[in-house]
């Protein structure tokens, strides 16, 4: 990485940021316009299917709903727009760029600012996703730099060793309530007959508890191959007017049944190889192997974004155990600030270092921004060393916008 944080650029906000407009007021407010839009065709349609599958009553439809997806979306929105007003601001009164001056400083106050207005309940969980896509940006940028190597099966060896730990904590009664340990519970929790015949003799193993672990094994591959054909179909909505096989074709492509295989044996490996070790010891140790075990499913379908989503998950997890048991002090806020400095290094990279973006989250940037992002003048920024148009000779602001990293 260039040592540069001395250097400055004399360009004025309009020549570097909102290029398509000189005005920083009117800039904002259309910037406003396209982002507000974007996220509400975001939110609305997660909060509207949320409440039937959690069957919402009527009131929360007449009262509640409309309320939680405006606030979401002027939070998204609000990201955006704090950030061209800091972007701004801050050239004003410096008179001149540096490269703090252009995404971190900026980035740390809008993101700021922003996460205020959503609601103190899900800030935990932007939080967490936002850490995933730090993780991912900052290992392209260690990569480039030579002080990090990619490790052939390296998500793999992450996703294994958290499985482990998370199925461990599970069978310990160490794990924090929250979605992960609901799909614990869903896939793995012991009834009356997984008590009374766990640590018999392998000879005494009932056949009905083989045919229950194949029906669960049956049905997380089932989860995991609707899930991923149901995004496929998402995707194709906009097209099927034209495109009709498309309906079709969404629900036969490869990465289907790769999800589910993935998903299936995840579950399967886990209870095989737990009941097998449960025929020599008790200790819950052999949770611990049948996790790692388990997790090695992922060569299926290889996915760095679960991998990392595990990985914060897990981390967060452990804290909030570490917590609870007097390890670890508890930091008010924690979530807030956690989202703050991630989303910070993203504007960041997101300027200055684009190319080290996971395509779908820069595709994002330029849909919530109106494709006003696409416009800026990176070519004014080279001087700082980071090599910041080069994206733009790639071509690959247009090209990202269709063809997207799909999960």
């Known amino acids: 990485m260039p040592s540069c944080h001395s250097k400055y650029i004399t360009h004025d906000c309009h020549c570097i940021g909102h290029t398509w407009e000189p005005s920083c007021v ?55 727009v704090f950030m061209l007003f800091f972007f701004c601001l801050i050239r004003k009164i410096f008179g ?51 002080l990090a190597k990619h490790i052939e099966y390296g998500e793999v060896m992450i996703f294994s060793t958290c499985t482990a730990i998370l199925l461990y904590m599970y069978r310990t009664n160490n794990l924090p309530d929250g979605f992960i340990k609901s799909i614990l519970n869903f896939f793995f929790k012991k009834d009356s007959s997984d008590i009374s015949n766990h640590y018999q003799p392998s000879n005494k193993v009932s056949t009905n508890e083989i045919k229950q672990s194949l029906q669960l094994t049956s049905k997380a591959f089932g989860i ?29 492509r490869p990465n289907n049944f790769k999800v589910g295989a993935f998903l299936g044996g995840l579950v399967g490996l886990a209870k095989l190889v737990e009941k097998l070790l449960s025929e020599y010891t008790k200790s819950s140790l052999k949770s611990l192997l049948a996790g790692g075990v388990a997790g090695c499913s992922m060569v299926v379908y290889r996915s760095s974004t679960i991998a990392l989503y595990i990985l914060s998950k897990t981390l967060e997890l452990l804290y909030l155990n570490g917590i609870e048991k007097g390890f670890f002090p508890y930091v008010k806020h924690f979530d807030t600030i956690l989202y703050t400095c991630c989303t910070a290094l993203m504007f960041h990279a997101a300027l200055l270092q684009p190319l080290y973006l996971k395509p779908t989250y820069w595709q994002f940037l330029i849909k919530l921004t109106g494709e006003k992002f696409a ?32 999960m």
């Open 224 to 252: 995991g191959y609707v899930i991923q054909a149901s995004y496929f179909l998402i995707m194709a909505l906009p097209k099927l007017f034209k495109k009709p096989n498309q309906f079709f074709r969404a629900f036969v």
């Open 96 to 146: 001149r760029f540096y490269v703090p001056t252009l995404g971190i400083i900026p980035g740390f106050l809008a993101s700021f600012c922003a996460i205020m207005i959503e609601r103190k309940s899900r800030r935990g969980a932007l939080a967490i996703y936002m850490l995933n896509q730090g993780f991912d940006t900052t290992f392209n940028m260690l990569k480039a730099a030579g």
């Open 26 to 80: 009117i800039a904002n407010i259309h910037l406003l316009g396209f982002s507000f839009k974007y996220a509400l065709k975001i939110y609305t349609p997660i909060y509207v299917v949320s409440a039937l599958l959690t069957k919402k009553r009527k009131e929360y439809f007449l009262k509640q709903l409309y309320k939680e997806i405006l606030r979401s979306s002027a939070f998204l929105a609000g990201n955006s």
């Open 375 to 406: 416009h800026m003048n990176r070519k004014g920024l080279e001087s700082f060393g980071y090599d910041s148009a080069k994206i733009d000779r790639l071509g690959l602001v247009r090209k990202s916008w269709s063809h997207a990293d799909i």
